[in-house]
């Protein structure tokens, strides 16, 4: 008999209602093979569009309910929320726009050519959808990063069928969700199966290893993602699997920046460091602050702004008792100091904190390595160093990241021959996002955003945010030699579609 699925309340550990049961594997395969079999009602442009503005327009619609659900089972709080709602039907409209206007096919066409060395045949080459797509809805973020959110909307966008796995911290909140998809799948016409949810871990195994599944969106953590990422690799037929796992987030203070401006370089990273009990993926957990005077002015600045922080809910128990073990773990290590104790704030909290340790200790391989790893909460590590070669020194050990920030003074942004170019291009190689004067959290939905990074902060080079997160879910097809009656109508001379195109190496103008 499969197991119930419940809505639990983090505010107090209790269960609120049950909302579902875990699929079976023959339930999972009912969906997938559904879904695969709707995959051509997605072949028109116009549909997908229509079905992606009509699935924002309906979340907006269920929005109290969304919000009242979600609360319940995140704590996340009704603004944060309602916020989040917000970014989640913009990023579906701007999927539509993207859709419309049709780059992402990528044409080109090159016409036979036999003054080329060798001579060149008629090519023409666009981008095709893979197939279904298993989604893995994220905790910290119920709506954007998960049913609704960035990875199911850039897949239908790109013409895939959508089975999410939906988690286990908000499973009432993803049906709400799920129910609003597929209505809005059904107004335009197109069958509600191009959009699934299934619930459990077991299931959630057997969609990534699913002979009809092409590939895979993860958010979540380092071991889950690892674990659904080879095994997606060691299937008889291999699948893309674009993971985001965890990220340190590293910042570095120059001693410049930390002279001219500390007190609100300390309030700036307090506020980013607690912004969401700690719990965003692009959280900075690690910075680079100079010893003496200026650091110090830092390092008081942060005491004071993250004291007056009140103790906050995380998004379940499991996740705090992992908060509360892994401060413990790190706050017992030689030479860590904690100006402010991160830690339990009550039965069903935590109280944020940050931890301070001189960066000679992580130069070289030891006990303090633990530092230099992600611990999901609200708190960060301050490493002061006393020279540049430190900096360097600790910057080389570290795993690559979402994003790296690097805080700088006024005098130090005027030119790329000093110290803080010199950094730009240390914290390049580490992530996929580099932030100057700035903090991390928040990540903008903008045609040039990159989420992403080096392993462990993803396991592709492609990006979960902005228009090109479409890229995940397609593959380019040539066809050589075509006569013109077989080809697709997006790779005909006459351009029936209206696409923008690549005619023999040169962008077509068009009207």
């Excluded at 079999?37 to 924002?56: H, I, K």
């Excluded at 008081?300 to 996740?319: F, I, P, Y």
């Excluded at 230099?372 to 795993?399: H, K, M, Q, W």
């Excluded at 690559?400 to 021959?417: D, P």
């Amino acid at each position: 008999m499969s197991a119930p699925v419940w809505s639990v309340d983090p505010r107090t550990g209790k269960q609120r209602e049950q909302v579902a049961v875990e699929a079976t594997a023959e339930e999972v395969d009912r969906v997938v093979r559904a879904a695969h079999a709707a995959r051509g009602s997605l072949a028109d442009r116009t549909v997908r569009a229509a079905l992606l503005r009509t699935a924002a327009d309906l979340l907006d619609e269920a929005r109290d309910q969304l919000v009242e659900a979600a609360d319940a089972e995140t704590a996340l709080g009704p603004a944060r929320l309602t916020g989040e709602l917000a970014r989640t039907t913009y990023q579906l409209r701007a999927f539509a726009t993207i859709v419309d206007e049709g780059a992402f096919l990528d044409v080109r066409i090159d016409h036979a050519d036999a003054t080329q060395t060798p001579p060149w045949p008629d090519l023409r080459r666009y981008k095709l959808p893979l197939g279904v797509v298993a989604v893995y809805a994220a905790s910290n973020f119920p709506l954007a990063f998960s049913v609704p959110g960035g990875d199911t909307a850039s897949a239908l966008a790109a013409g895939c069928p959508v089975v999410v796995k939906a988690h286990p911290d908000h499973p009432a909140t993803s049906e709400v969700a799920a129910s609003a998809l597929r209505r809005a799948a059904e107004r335009v016409g197109v069958p509600a199966e191009v959009i699934a949810v299934v619930h459990g871990f077991d299931a959630g195994i057997e969609l990534v290893k699913h002979p009809l599944i092409a590939a895979a969106g993860f958010t979540g953590s380092v071991r889950g993602g690892r674990a659904l990422h080879d095994a997606a690799a060691s299937r008889p037929v291999p699948i893309p699997f674009h993971g985001e796992l965890g990220s340190l987030n590293p910042v570095v203070v120059t001693e410049a920046a930390a002279a001219e401006r500390g007190d609100q370089i300390g309030a700036g990273l307090a506020g980013s460091m607690t912004l969401g009990v700690g719990q965003f993926c692009t959280k900075p957990g690690f910075v680079l602050a100079p010893a003496g005077p200026a650091g110090d002015g830092l390092v008081k600045s942060l005491t004071e702004a993250v004291s007056n922080t009140d103790a906050g809910v995380l998004l379940d128990h499991r996740m705090r008792d992992n908060f509360v073990a892994g401060v413990k773990e790190r706050a017992e290590l030689a030479d860590v100091e904690a100006p402010v104790t991160p830690g339990s704030g009550g039965e069903h909290t935590v109280s944020a904190g940050f931890l301070t340790v001189p960066a000679r200790r992580l130069a070289e391989d030891g006990p303090h390595d633990v530092l230099l790893e992600e611990c999901f909460g609200p708190v960060t590590v301050v490493a002061r160093y006393e020279n540049d070669e430190e900096i360097s020194a600790v910057l080389g050990r570290l795993p690559g990241n979402l994003t790296a920030t690097v805080q700088i003074s006024a005098a130090e942004g005027e030119g790329t021959e000093g110290r803080a170019g010199a950094l730009i291009a240390e914290l390049t190689p580490l992530a996929g996002r580099v932030l100057v004067n700035g903090w991390p959290t928040g990540v903008a939905v903008a045609p040039a955003q990159h989420h992403g990074g080096p392993y462990p902060a993803t396991t592709s080079t492609s990006t979960s945010v902005g228009g090109t997160a479409i890229e995940r879910w397609l593959r380019p097809v040539a066809y050589q030699d075509t006569p013109a009656a077989l080809l697709p109508p997006e790779l005909r001379d006459e351009n029936p579609l209206e696409l923008p195109r690549r005619i023999n190496g040169v962008r077509e103008q068009r009207g």
